[in-house]
């Protein structure tokens, strides 16, 4: 089981690392969710969102979700989520940063996540045949 406090620690450190003008209009911050969601489009049980940029009328936040550390790596060691919180942390600061600059179209990270998607969608296609 992954220490809860060890998880908020690491991600308040890894946050640290980023520089003050990334939190710019990010009036919902950064929030820790114990949920362990999967994508809409999900057809197994094998993908789960580890981390998340939300806009709504209420503001932009980021959200990870420590659930869905706990559900795949749930004897996950120090380092290894440090690693990987890394990843998903800028992931989800890139998102908002495009957002920001008014970033889209091919070279965006939507676009990126979009081939992902369908790269993942494919390979389950596959698999059934």
């Known amino acids: 089981m992954i220490d809860a406090a060890l998880f908020e ?3 308040s450190e890894l946050l640290d690392e980023l520089p003050e003008a990334f939190f710019k209009e990010l009036s919902g911050g950064v929030i820790i969710s114990e949920e362990a969601p999967r994508p809409d489009y999900a057809v197994a049980d094998d993908i789960f969102i580890f981390g998340e940029y939300r806009m709504s009328r209420l503001g932009r936040q980021v959200v990870i979700y420590r659930g869905s550390y706990e559900r795949l790596f749930p004897n996950a060691g120090e380092a290894f989520l440090r690693q990987d919180l890394r990843r998903v942390i800028r992931h989800e600061f890139r998102h ?3 957002f920001l600059s008014g970033i889209r179209g091919k070279e965006s990270l939507l676009a ?3 081939k992902a998607k369908n790269d993942y969608l494919r ?7």
């Not at 390979?123 to 045949?129: A, G, V």
């Open 9 to 11: 620690n690491i991600v």
């Open 96 to 98: 908002h940063m495009e």
């Open 112 to 114: 990126e996540d979009d």
């Open 123 to 129: 390979r389950h296609s596959k698999e059934k045949q």
